[in-house]
């Protein structure tokens, strides 16, 4: 067990709908990063958070949003979901921001996205 | 272009040692580290290499040479359950990067 924690485990949704994805980071990490999996793309870095501030971005959509909240958790809007969206949504946490901390990151279990 | 480069799957004997590779085509980034994925689990931080050589973690270790873009890492005493995919990564202008993964089955 990481210390991360997220839900839901799994959602299920149709196309044009918006979902929102909750993490808690562990204790205390102040940098919470986003990422998707899916088999054709791997491990897709979105976005990162340190302290509530967004401090890096990566291959995010528009259509994608996140949060971080003064109690560190985090959320990972989706929304207009179409069928590649799909794919295992993985929040990670560390302990501050650069160095070696953007390289010691501790992964909650995933949440499963189908899109329908 | 930034990416990292790894084989696609290794085949290896349950008490042997096996070496997975990772090259890159980007430059100026911190580190390397690896991670361990089970099917159906999340990613487990391994190591990390900030310098040139050899890290050593247990059964695992981690090797890093920036001069030749190569790193890679070695499990010794193969058990069934490092049965997993391992992925490499880099931090590349604050955004992290990872390989698409290597798949270790390990034959009894």
């Known amino acids: 067990d990481s210390g991360v924690t997220q839900t839901p485990k799994h959602l299920i949704t149709a196309t044009g709908q918006r979902v929102t994805l909750r993490c808690s980071p562990r204790s205390g990490d102040l940098s919470v990063y986003w990422y998707q999996q899916s088999l054709d793309q791997g491990l897709q870095f979105l976005i990162q958070y340190y302290n509530g501030e967004e401090r890096a971005k990566g291959n995010i959509l528009e259509r994608f949003s996140a949060q971080q909240f003064p109690d560190l958790h985090s959320e990972l809007n989706l929304s207009s979901l179409e069928l590649g969206d799909s794919a295992l949504y993985f929040c990670?946490?560390?302990?501050?921001?650069?160095?070696?901390?953007?390289?010691?990151?501790?992964f909650g279990p995933g949440t499963r996205l189908t899109v329908t | 272009g930034q990416s990292l480069e790894q084989p696609s799957e290794v085949t290896a004997v349950e008490g042997a040692i096996v070496q997975i590779n990772c090259t890159y085509q980007?430059?100026?980034?911190?580190?390397l580290s690896w991670y361990q994925q089970h099917d159906g689990g999340a990613p487990t931080f391994l190591s990390y290499?900030?310098?040139?050589g050899l890290e050593e973690t247990g059964r695992f270790s981690s090797f890093l040479s920036r001069s030749d873009s190569y790193g890679y890492l070695l499990l010794q005493e193969l058990q069934m359950k490092d049965s997993a995919s391992y992925f490499c990564?880099?931090?590349?202008?604050?955004?992290?990067?990872f390989g698409k993964g290597t798949r270790l089955h390990i034959l009894p």
């Open positions: 990564a880099v931090n590349r202008d604050d955004k992290i990067i």
């Open positions: 980007t430059s100026g980034f911190y580190g």
């Open positions: 990670a946490s560390s302990l501050t921001s650069g160095g070696k901390s953007d390289y010691e990151q501790y």
């Open positions: 290499n900030a310098l040139d």
